[in-house]
């Protein structure tokens, strides 16, 4: 599967989107645009994110869903909120 590189893999500093294209008339944007922080973030934060707001933001589901406990899931959300915040 493909995923979307958010850090360079020379200097791991955070990658920029430089083009973005449509495939339908074929128009052209460049420029240089920071990634949103969501997508900043590990494609394993951006997966727990996605379940969280499927579960309409009920950790309690989560841990049940993740077969973990509570304070385990609370933990991954407070870490996740760590990272947006820097």
Do not use: H, W
Request: aromatic share 6%.
């Amino acid at each position: 599967m493909k995923y979307l590189p958010i850090q360079c893999p020379s200097c791991r500093e955070p990658l920029l989107v430089a083009e973005l294209s449509c495939t339908d008339c074929e128009t052209v944007i460049s420029g240089k645009y920071p990634l949103p922080k969501l997508l900043q973030l590990p494609l394993e934060d951006q997966e727990f994110i996605l379940q969280f707001v499927l579960t309409s933001g009920s950790l309690k589901k989560m841990a049940l869903k993740m077969g973990v406990s509570y304070p385990t899931v609370r933990n991954k959300l407070d870490d996740i909120i760590e990272k947006m915040n820097r």
